[in-house]
């Protein structure tokens, strides 16, 4: 089960937070390619397709692991964000407007015919798109966190 904390801490070390909690979704991918690579490696063999469908079923928890992860360290670089901004401006002053958010893509509807709980083509396509976009975004993050240590 899955229970959200809620702690204050210094702003300064918030960047190290952010790595830390980075880290740890690194090693969560870390093992979900591990599970993906010993899949592909027992599929010389049909004698092993039940132990195949058991590390993508594993493999698939732990993307959903990863994404938490990935949503919760969002969250918390984002407000970063925002407090650092408004640091930034003087008192008084109105902040810069915000780009408009692109409204999030709704995922595909499964097809007349969906019977199990496999996601459809579609689906993986739009998960994949999505993937990619999460994944731009933490290395735009990682570059700036960068740029934050040399300073």
Not at 122 to 144: F, P, T, V, Y
């Amino acid at each position: 089960m899955r229970v959200r904390l809620q702690y204050g801490i210094d702003d300064s070390s918030l960047p190290n937070k952010i790595k830390e909690l980075l880290r740890e979704a690194e090693s969560l991918s870390e093992l979900q390619n591990n599970k993906l690579t010993a899949a592909k490696a027992l599929l010389y063999s049909t004698a092993n397709i039940e132990m195949v469908a058991s590390l993508l079923e594993d493999a698939r928890r732990s993307l959903v692991e990863i994404d938490q992860s990935l949503a919760d360290v969002h969250a918390i670089a984002k407000g970063y964000a925002d407090h650092l901004r408004s640091q930034q401006a003087p008192v008084g002053s109105p902040t810069p407007m915000q780009p408009a958010r692109q409204a999030q893509p709704e995922p595909p509807p499964p097809s007349e015919n969906y019977q199990s709980n496999a996601p459809s083509a579609e689906q993986l396509d739009w998960e994949r798109d999505q993937q990619a976009k999460m994944a731009d975004i933490i290395n735009q993050m990682g570059e700036a966190l960068n740029e934050q240590d040399q300073e």
